[in-house]
Each structure stands twice: as structure tokens, then as C-alpha cells.
């Protein structure tokens, strides 16, 4: 035999999320962003000089390289086309 509670197996329906008001709704969304910006760990003056340096050069090596096809392409053109 079975044994039953004699309740219905009925699932849970979710409950709609309540409604607020805009001032509750602009208030929760500044203390969410202020736990999140409690949370960020910032570069120490090391690291941030570090990464800036690297990003520049990568920039500079990038701003070459797209040049010389933008020369390159730009002379084949005129070389095929006149």
C-alpha cells in the first residue's frame, strides 16, 4: 500500500514579482550598485602603470600593422587599376 497526505500534488505557481514604486525601485538599484563597487578590487600604481604600458604598445603595434596593408593595398590598387 501507498500512503497519501490526501493533498492534491499541485505544483508551486512562482508569485509574481511585487510591485514598487520608482523612488524603491531607483533606491534598491544604488545600494546594489554600491555592494558590487564594494566588491571591485583596484589596480595597485604598479599594475596600473604596468597595464597601460602594455596596452599602448599593443595599440602602437596594431596602428602599424594596419597602416602598412592600408599602404600596401592602397599601391596594389593603383598598380592594378591605374
Do not use: C, H, N
Not at 510591485?19 to 558590487?36: C, D, K, N, T, Y
Request: aromatic share 10%; glycine share 6%.
Amino acid at each position: 500500500m501507498t500512503e497519501t497526505s490526501g493533498k492534491t500534488a499541485t505544483p508551486e505557481r512562482p508569485r509574481p514579482p511585487r510591485r514598487r514604486g520608482p523612488f524603491a525601485r531607483l533606491s534598491l538599484w544604488v545600494r546594489q550598485v554600491v555592494a558590487e563597487l564594494r566588491k571591485v578590487v583596484y589596480p595597485t600604481r604598479k599594475q596600473l602603470l604596468t597595464y597601460t604600458a602594455v596596452v599602448l604598445v599593443f595599440v602602437a603595434i596594431m596602428i602599424t600593422i594596419i597602416s602598412l596593408l592600408d599602404l600596401g593595398l592602397g599601391w596594389a590598387m593603383f598598380e592594378v587599376f591605374g
